[in-house]
């Protein structure tokens, strides 16, 4: 099955620097890159994704970008702000088509903490 | 839309008890998913359902069991509870069609359960 590693596990970054976190995955057939933002007890939630036709993609600070060749896929945050501290999980997916249904395999995790 | 919310928020168990963690979302999506996400690291997927009545297992089922009778439901059951199964459990839902289609999954808040 599909294995999602993330570098670093941990960032400190002071406020105004760039953010930068690492994932790569094993299966070439993985086409969709989700970025989740998990504040300290709450849920999940979807800050950007990519898919395996486009080589980057931006929302404000936040981009991510796609290397297929190496099956490897990054998430930069300009400018970070305080309020950017949390855990920051890539996941990887073959989407929903076949028999993947949409299941997502989650990198470990980074914490990012943003420092005033 | 309350999204997908799940009960109960906490609980206790003791060794060899069993429960049942609630899921219902109110999107129609056909999609859900119950996660496991422990100290430290990334969920991990328990048991996944496609539509009512069709349910399959993920990475990591063992000791648990799900069942789907209607759209909008998702229960987890543990049997036999282990303190390996301290985490805590999210469940989330998203909309796809059978074209390969990706959309974002949604999580609920989770539910934070500790067995000794």
């Known amino acids: 099955g599909e294995n999602v590693e993330q570098h670093p596990s941990t960032l400190s970054v002071q406020e105004g620097d760039s953010a930068v976190i690492k994932c790569t995955y094993s299966d070439s057939a993985s086409n969709y890159f989700p970025w989740y933002k998990q504040e300290l007890g709450k849920r999940p939630q979807l800050i950007i994704d990519?898919?395996?036709?486009?080589g980057e993609k931006k929302d404000q600070r936040i981009a991510v970008t796609l290397n297929k060749t190496a099956k490897h896929f990054s998430l930069h945050i300009t400018e970070t702000q305080p309020e950017d501290s949390a855990v920051y999980f890539c996941a990887a997916s073959i989407g929903a088509g076949g028999t993947s249904y949409g299941k997502l395999t989650f990198g470990q995790g980074t914490i990012l903490t943003v420092h005033p | 839309n309350a999204g997908v919310t799940q009960t109960p928020k906490f609980r206790i168990l003791k060794i060899g008890q069993s429960m049942t963690l609630q899921c219902t979302q109110d999107m129609n999506h056909n999609y859900m998913y119950w996660y496991r996400q422990d100290p430290g690291m990334g969920l991990k997927l328990i048991y996944y359902s496609v539509g009512a009545g069709i349910t399959d297992k993920g990475e990591v089922p063992n000791g648990y069991n799900v069942s789907r009778s209607t759209t909008e439901d998702f229960p987890l059951r543990l049997e036999l509870a282990a303190p390996s199964q301290t985490s805590v459990y999210f469940c989330?839902?998203?909309?796809?069609?059978?074209?390969?289609?990706?959309?974002?999954?949604?999580f609920g808040p989770g539910t934070r359960l500790t067995v000794t």
């Open positions: 990519i898919r395996s036709n486009v």
């Open positions: 989330a839902s998203s909309y796809s069609t059978d074209a390969g289609s990706f959309y974002e999954q949604y």
